[in-house]
Nanobody, 127 residues
């Protein structure tokens, strides 16, 4: 089974950058979609970026132009490069995966819940 482990979170000042990593194991099937979610205190979980393993990418409006999702198939690692971080980006960030999902669906208004989740990594952005 696919397993996901996030890392790379931390505390930064506004305007700073972080690069989150999601180590993927047990990934042998084609057609997976990988998604970065975040959830801040008092807010609902939201998908911020998604990537199909064919290279298709989608982003939520609040992170467009600042975040970049990528998948290194050789290293079996999903990344989320976060630049120009804002305090509103403060949240627990999770990577998730689902073979039956597409990046387009993942960033839609009511996307299905991915089947596989990591445990999360905390990102805190101070003013």
């Amino acid at each position: 089974q696919v397993q996901l482990v996030e890392s790379g979170g931390g505390s930064v000042q506004a305007g700073g950058s972080l690069n989150l990593s999601c180590a993927i194991s047990g990934y042998t099937e084609r057609g997976y979609c990988f998604i970065w979610f975040r959830q801040a205190p008092g807010k609902e979980r939201e998908a911020v970026a998604a990537m199909d393993d064919d290279g298709t990418r989608r982003y939520a409006d609040p992170v467009k132009g600042r975040f970049t999702v990528s998948l290194d198939n050789f290293a079996n690692t999903l990344y989320l490069q976060m630049n120009n971080l804002k305090p509103e980006d403060t949240a627990m960030y999770y990577c998730a995966a689902d073979r039956w999902m597409t990046a387009f669906q993942a960033l839609g208004p009511r996307p299905p819940r991915p089947k596989v989740w990591g445990q999360g990594t905390q990102v805190t952005v101070s003013s």
